[in-house]
């Protein structure tokens, strides 16, 4: 199983519309399946101390780590950059995936990124403290990442990403597979 992580809460994003389309060309290359997480399903959940031990984790995070995380073998995260690296939103729920099956969640997982940014640089920065992270969870990570710059303009009114852009996206979700 792969899961997709669009790695932002925030409502109508450029990283959503990135993480759909790599969600459904998975859809069409892989014989695997393949699931959406939007981070947008854990604006709910309850923040305090008790929630990084075992018996006090949210619900909510309960049954996304059981369904959606611990069953897949790769992760795809699309991740926009927030003051020069990734949201904080990513990091929470990260963090709270680390309360329960720790070794199950993370080690020997395999992760891709894909970074989406309004500058040029695509979140570079934020891919690699992402990678830093995930590597100390002993997650193995794609070593060829995947920057989309100036996202706004390779997505038009309508949602659709411009055809270069897509050509790009498609051969490193290739590449993922076979990762």
């Known amino acids: 199983m ?19 389309f790599c969600t459904d060309y998975l859809r069409q ?22 929630m990084y031990d075992n018996g006090g984790q949210d619900p909510i995070i309960s049954t996304i780590q059981d369904e959606m995380i611990t069953p897949a073998h790769k992760w795809l995260i699309i991740s926009p950059e927030y003051n020069g690296s990734f ?11 680390s309360a329960r ?29 992402l990678t830093g992270l995930l590597n100390y969870l002993k997650v193995v990570v794609m070593p060829e990442k995947l920057p989309v710059s100036t996202v706004e303009k390779v997505i038009d009114k309508q949602g659709n990403i411009e055809g270069e852009t897509q050509t790009v996206i498609k051969t490193f979700l290739d590449d993922f597979l076979q990762f």
Do not use: C, W
């Open 29 to 50: 290359i892989s014989v695997e399946k393949v699931h959406l997480l939007s981070l947008d399903a854990i604006n709910g959940i309850s923040i305090h101390e008790s």
């Open 87 to 97: 949201p904080g939103i990513l990091k929470l729920f990260i963090d709270a995936l």
């Open 101 to 129: 099956n720790y070794k199950a969640t993370f080690a020997g997982k395999k992760a891709a990124l894909l970074g989406v940014a309004s500058g040029r640089a695509g979140n570079l920065r934020g891919m690699e403290h």
């Open 2 to 20: 792969i899961t997709v992580i669009s790695g932002t809460n925030r409502q109508d994003s450029n990283t959503a519309v990135i993480a759909a």
